[in-house]
Protein backbone atom coordinates (compact mmCIF):
# COMPACT_ATOMS: atom_id res chain seq x y z
CA UNK A 1 0.00 0.00 0.00
CA UNK A 2 1.18 3.35 -1.04
CA UNK A 3 2.54 5.96 1.95
CA UNK A 4 -0.46 8.41 2.91
CA UNK A 5 0.71 11.36 5.31
CA UNK A 6 -2.52 12.98 6.80
CA UNK A 7 -2.48 16.16 8.61
CA UNK A 8 -3.41 19.91 7.90
CA UNK A 9 -3.23 20.85 3.77
CA UNK A 10 -0.18 22.46 3.27
CA UNK A 11 -1.47 26.67 2.53
CA UNK A 12 -4.45 25.52 4.38
CA UNK A 13 -5.78 28.05 7.13
CA UNK A 14 -6.90 27.02 10.73
CA UNK A 15 -7.42 28.45 13.99
CA UNK A 16 -4.80 28.34 17.13
CA UNK A 17 -5.32 29.50 20.63
CA UNK A 18 -1.88 29.19 22.26
CA UNK A 19 -1.93 28.00 25.90
CA UNK A 20 0.84 31.03 27.75
CA UNK A 21 -0.60 32.96 30.19
CA UNK A 22 -3.97 30.96 30.70
CA UNK A 23 -4.97 32.20 27.46
CA UNK A 24 -7.45 29.37 26.31
CA UNK A 25 -9.33 29.85 29.99
CA UNK A 26 -10.04 34.00 28.53
CA UNK A 27 -13.58 35.17 28.00
CA UNK A 28 -11.54 36.48 24.41
CA UNK A 29 -8.10 34.45 23.93
CA UNK A 30 -5.44 35.92 21.87
CA UNK A 31 -6.08 33.74 18.38
CA UNK A 32 -4.05 33.18 15.79
CA UNK A 33 -4.99 32.52 11.99
CA UNK A 34 -2.01 29.91 11.17
CA UNK A 35 -1.40 29.50 7.01
CA UNK A 36 -0.03 25.74 7.28
CA UNK A 37 3.50 24.95 5.79
CA UNK A 38 4.60 22.35 3.41
CA UNK A 39 7.44 19.93 4.29
CA UNK A 40 9.58 21.70 2.37
CA UNK A 41 8.65 25.12 4.42
CA UNK A 42 9.15 23.29 7.65
CA UNK A 43 12.68 22.04 6.93
CA UNK A 44 13.88 25.21 6.02
CA UNK A 45 11.91 26.70 9.23
CA UNK A 46 13.67 24.10 11.23
CA UNK A 47 17.39 24.77 9.87
CA UNK A 48 17.49 28.28 10.66
CA UNK A 49 17.70 27.34 14.39
CA UNK A 50 20.89 26.26 14.27
CA UNK A 51 24.29 26.80 12.73
CA UNK A 52 26.76 24.77 11.92
CA UNK A 53 30.55 25.30 12.94
CA UNK A 54 33.18 26.54 10.19
CA UNK A 55 36.14 27.29 10.67
CA UNK A 56 38.81 28.03 7.53
CA UNK A 57 36.17 27.10 5.22
CA UNK A 58 35.88 23.49 6.97
CA UNK A 59 32.78 22.32 8.54
CA UNK A 60 34.14 21.35 12.46
CA UNK A 61 33.36 18.29 14.04
CA UNK A 62 34.00 15.96 17.14
CA UNK A 63 35.99 13.80 18.23
CA UNK A 64 32.81 11.14 16.43
CA UNK A 65 33.52 12.90 13.30
CA UNK A 66 29.96 14.65 14.00
CA UNK A 67 28.79 17.93 12.73
CA UNK A 68 29.24 20.58 15.32
CA UNK A 69 25.83 22.40 15.55
CA UNK A 70 25.11 25.18 17.52
CA UNK A 71 22.25 26.41 19.45
CA UNK A 72 21.78 30.02 19.19
CA UNK A 73 19.37 32.99 20.87
CA UNK A 74 19.98 34.66 17.68
CA UNK A 75 19.91 31.65 15.90
CA UNK A 76 15.77 31.31 17.52
CA UNK A 77 14.78 34.04 17.50
CA UNK A 78 15.39 34.08 13.47
CA UNK A 79 13.55 30.81 13.13
CA UNK A 80 10.41 32.39 15.19
CA UNK A 81 10.61 35.73 13.49
CA UNK A 82 10.48 33.70 10.03
CA UNK A 83 8.03 31.52 11.08
CA UNK A 84 5.60 34.15 12.57
CA UNK A 85 5.79 36.73 9.60
CA UNK A 86 5.48 33.86 7.19
CA UNK A 87 2.79 31.72 8.50
CA UNK A 88 0.92 33.71 10.53
CA UNK A 89 -2.16 35.34 8.39
CA UNK A 90 -4.55 36.99 11.53
CA UNK A 91 -4.09 37.94 15.11
CA UNK A 92 -7.44 38.88 17.17
CA UNK A 93 -8.01 39.81 20.34
CA UNK A 94 -4.01 41.03 21.71
CA UNK A 95 -2.69 44.41 22.08
CA UNK A 96 0.23 44.75 23.93
CA UNK A 97 1.40 48.17 25.64
CA UNK A 98 -1.39 50.00 23.64
CA UNK A 99 -0.47 48.46 20.15
CA UNK A 100 -2.95 46.06 18.73
CA UNK A 101 -1.54 43.07 17.16
CA UNK A 102 -3.39 41.99 14.42
CA UNK A 103 -0.65 40.60 11.71
CA UNK A 104 2.11 37.95 11.69
CA UNK A 105 4.64 41.01 11.59
CA UNK A 106 2.81 42.65 14.65
CA UNK A 107 3.00 39.99 16.64
CA UNK A 108 6.90 39.09 15.49
CA UNK A 109 7.63 42.57 16.77
CA UNK A 110 5.32 43.31 19.22
CA UNK A 111 4.18 40.00 21.01
CA UNK A 112 5.43 38.28 24.29
CA UNK A 113 8.15 35.76 24.05
CA UNK A 114 6.08 33.40 25.34
CA UNK A 115 3.47 33.42 22.36
CA UNK A 116 6.43 34.18 19.86
CA UNK A 117 7.99 30.68 21.01
CA UNK A 118 4.39 28.54 21.29
CA UNK A 119 3.10 29.76 17.78
CA UNK A 120 6.41 28.85 15.96
CA UNK A 121 6.68 25.46 17.44
CA UNK A 122 2.65 25.12 16.30
CA UNK A 123 3.61 26.58 12.81
CA UNK A 124 5.79 23.50 12.73
CA UNK A 125 4.80 20.98 14.38
CA UNK A 126 0.71 21.87 14.51
CA UNK A 127 0.55 19.74 17.95
CA UNK A 128 -2.53 21.24 19.37
CA UNK A 129 -4.61 19.81 16.42
CA UNK A 130 -6.67 16.71 18.37
CA UNK A 131 -6.41 13.40 16.86
CA UNK A 132 -9.20 13.81 14.57
CA UNK A 133 -7.92 16.50 12.69
CA UNK A 134 -4.06 14.99 12.51
CA UNK A 135 -4.94 12.15 11.12
CA UNK A 136 -2.46 10.64 12.11
CA UNK A 137 0.35 8.45 9.72
CA UNK A 138 1.03 5.37 10.76
CA UNK A 139 4.91 5.40 12.24
CA UNK A 140 6.19 5.92 15.37
CA UNK A 141 6.00 9.90 16.97
CA UNK A 142 7.10 11.05 20.01
CA UNK A 143 6.10 14.53 19.79
CA UNK A 144 4.35 15.82 23.43
CA UNK A 145 2.19 18.50 23.67
CA UNK A 146 3.36 22.18 24.03
CA UNK A 147 3.11 24.05 27.66
CA UNK A 148 5.00 27.20 27.58
CA UNK A 149 5.52 29.02 30.85
CA UNK A 150 7.44 32.26 31.31
CA UNK A 151 11.00 31.67 31.14
CA UNK A 152 12.81 31.54 33.69
CA UNK A 153 16.18 31.79 32.04
CA UNK A 154 17.32 28.13 32.10
CA UNK A 155 16.47 26.23 28.48
CA UNK A 156 16.44 22.35 28.61
CA UNK A 157 18.35 20.32 26.43
CA UNK A 158 17.19 16.84 25.28
CA UNK A 159 20.35 15.21 25.08
CA UNK A 160 18.30 11.63 24.35
CA UNK A 161 14.90 10.43 24.42
CA UNK A 162 15.16 9.33 28.12
CA UNK A 163 17.05 12.48 29.40
CA UNK A 164 16.88 15.66 29.50
CA UNK A 165 19.52 18.15 31.46
CA UNK A 166 19.65 22.09 32.03
CA UNK A 167 21.14 24.40 30.55
CA UNK A 168 21.69 28.01 31.72
CA UNK A 169 21.66 30.06 28.60
CA UNK A 170 23.55 32.87 28.38
CA UNK A 171 25.18 35.23 25.28
CA UNK A 172 27.87 32.33 24.54
CA UNK A 173 27.16 30.12 21.95
CA UNK A 174 26.08 26.50 22.95
CA UNK A 175 27.78 24.12 21.43
CA UNK A 176 25.69 20.68 20.55
CA UNK A 177 27.08 17.60 19.07
CA UNK A 178 24.58 15.20 17.73
CA UNK A 179 25.59 11.43 17.23
Known sequence: MARIVKGPKPGGLRQFIPTAFD???S????SITI???SEGEKRRLTLLQTEIGFEDGEMLTDASG???INLTLDAMAK???????????KVENYTVREIAITTGADLSEH???EFLAEVALEITT???LDQEKKETSEGLSISKPVVTDRSNGTAEVANDLDSINNVTVTD????VSYT
Not at 80 to 89: L, N, W
Not at 172 to 175: F, G, P, R, V, Y
Open 111 to 113: GET
Open 27 to 30: QDPV
Open 35 to 37: KDP
Open 172 to 175: EQIE
Open 66 to 68: SPI
Open 126 to 128: AMS
Open 79 to 89: FQAHAITSHVV
Open 23 to 25: NRE
